[in-house]
């Protein structure tokens, strides 16, 4: 976290140097370092989250075609857990999960009582739902392998849907963060073509209060771009 409080704190201090054009920016960076920590550390969430729910869609696949074969339920997710030590290696997320669940099950501890606990601690709603789904197969005695198989194609679309949302926006959020650049790049040629030009705008009540808007406008502008390229399937 050291690195991402550096960054933040440097683009703190620059943001309102570039705004202000005092030495004390320097000084108000350290909240920008708190408030980019928090944010990275939010973003590490839901990338790492992303990925187990890609890990967890791989999964019930390969469980789905281990019950074809004849597996019983807790084998078939047993053996194809096994087999994503080929896909995605054995310190996976999902891989841990699965050793988790191995020795639970070994402790006699229901198969659903660890989907369960696995679908409160990952907080991932296909997770959640297959959890639920499983639990209420097994209580009103329905048919396991069906159920599974129905609940590997919802997730597999949903997974394959937000997988296309993404690649169409990727685009679109390069555009984002070169527009949250750009202002930069206008004030700067303007100050290096023609010196001066901004100099009223500093150091006085009146110019650190249009900065003072500016600023806000222009942080409020990077927030609703962020929200807009981000998509929630």
């Not at 096994?82 to 999960?97: F, K, Q, V, W």
């Not at 789904?133 to 005695?141: C, L, P, Q, S």
Request: proline share 2%.
């Amino acid at each position: 976290m050291a690195r991402y409080a550096s960054a933040g704190y440097l683009a703190g201090s620059l943001l309102f140097y570039f705004f202000y054009r005092m030495s004390a920016a320097f000084l108000i960076g350290v909240p920008f370092a708190v408030i980019f920590c928090r944010w990275q550390k939010q973003r590490l969430c839901e990338r790492r989250k992303h990925l187990l729910r890609e890990q967890f869609k791989e999964w019930i696949q390969a469980a789905a075609s281990e019950l074809q074969a004849g597996s019983s339920v807790e084998n078939a997710f047993v053996k194809a857990g096994r087999e994503l030590r080929l896909l995605y290696g054995e310190n996976a997320d999902i891989r841990m999960e699965i050793r988790g669940m191995e020795r639970l099950l070994d402790n006699n501890i229901t198969f659903e009582s660890i989907l369960a606990d696995f679908a409160d601690r990952s907080n991932i709603e296909e997770i959640c739902s297959f959890a639920d789904a499983f639990a209420a197969g097994k209580r009103i005695g329905g048919d396991l392998r069906e159920m599974i198989e129905g609940c590997c194609e919802i997730v597999v679309m949903k997974t394959d849907v937000e997988r296309e949302i993404r690649t169409l926006l990727h685009g679109r959020q390069m555009e984002q963060r070169i527009m949250c650049f750009v202002p930069f790049a206008i004030v700067g040629y303007i100050s290096l073509s023609t010196p001066g030009y901004f100099t009223p705008l500093y150091h006085n009540t009146a110019g650190i209060c249009i900065m003072t808007v500016c600023m806000t406008l222009y942080l409020f502008a990077v927030c609703i771009g962020m929200r807009i390229v981000r998509i929630q399937v």
